[in-house]
């Protein structure tokens, strides 16, 4: 049902050792519309509702960016750069248009994050036609802080790195925030259309509609 990206660590091949154990050192999960629609949806609806954006875009194929895990010692850029070429060679193989998900702060209570959602909540809050809103009896108001009361400097340090790096590419928010017990998280709703992405990234990893190379040996997809 789901594909997975994986970052494989292979060792140092000038060590001098003759056998080195590779190990998995970070995954994301992928789910593209297709296989939701034939299975269960996607496990975002669970926390927000999705369906009208969906509904309103006919035309556009959306792809679920599931939990993403890396190991903590490999928690650092060249890794989240490594999965997010993964992820790009796979929007690009499969012609996805819009990709969604949650993103998680540590821990259950949202105030130990009011401002670093707060900030999330004035500067990157999706337009309308591309919001999406948290259940009803789930939602926690993100606005928490008037804007002229955040320090941006301290609230982007706050943010977790993986929705760093989703603004830098130009990713959108959800309205609401949900607390997810069973992972112990606090959880943001992640837009990211392909039309939206900073042109900067294409220079990197290579335009929408150029063709898709194979994905790095450093990566393989299972289901």
Known sequence: MFDHLLVIDRGDPTDGRRWRRSKVVGTYRVLRQEVADLYDGFYTQGEYDIAPLIQAKPDYSFMELGRSCVLKPYRNKRTLELLWQGVWSYVR????????????????????HAEALSFLY????????????AHHHLRVDMNMMPRERINARRALKALPPLIKGYLRVGAYVGDGAVIDHQFGTTDVFIIMPVEAIKSRYFAHFGAPDEFAPPIAPEFAQVN
């Open 93 to 112: 193989e499969h012609g996805v248009d819009v990709m969604i998900g949650c993103a998680s702060f540590e821990g259950i209570d949202p105030t130990k």
């Open 122 to 133: 004035h500067t990157a809050l999706a337009p309308e036609e591309w919001r999406v809103t």
